[in-house]
Nanobody, 122 residues
Framework: QVQLVESGGGLVQAGGSLRLSCTDS????????MGWFRQAPGKEQEFVSA????????DYSDSVKGRFAITRDNAKNTVYLQMNFLKPEDTAVYYC???????????????WGQGTQVTVSS
């Protein structure tokens, strides 16, 4: 069973950076795609980024492309989301998930972490 734990969230000023980490403590996700999603208060959950198991394929939503970077270290069973040039509209709870592929639909991801809060002040 996959068990995902996110970390790295916090409060940052606009223009700043944060790096989120997501570790699979059960060490079962290295053969699967990983994704990041976010949900802001009063809004629907949205896709942020995804990476294939071998990191050959990455995908980003238009809203974060060029500012965020997803990477993974399979030896550490960890996926990262480097977030630069943060904006107040990036404020949300960020979730990592294990996916069958890098498809953007949340239904593609059967396992989810508990989320980590990112707050960007203006």
């Amino acid at each position: 069973q996959v068990q995902l734990v996110e970390s790295g969230g916090g409060l940052v000023q606009a223009g700043g950076s944060l790096r989120l980490s997501c570790t699979d403590s059960k060490r079962t996700s290295s053969a699967y795609a990983m994704g990041w999603f976010r949900q802001a208060p009063g809004k629907e959950q949205e896709f942020v980024s995804a990476i294939s198991w071998n990191a050959y394929v990455t995908d980003y939503s238009d809203s974060v492309k060029g500012r965020f970077a997803i990477t993974r270290d399979n030896a550490k069973n960890t996926v990262y989301l480097q977030m630069n040039f943060l904006k107040p509209e990036d404020t949300a709870v960020y979730y990592c998930a294990v996916g069958r592929s890098t498809a953007r639909s949340s239904s593609n991801y059967p396992y989810w972490g508990q989320g980590t809060q990112v707050t960007v002040s203006s």
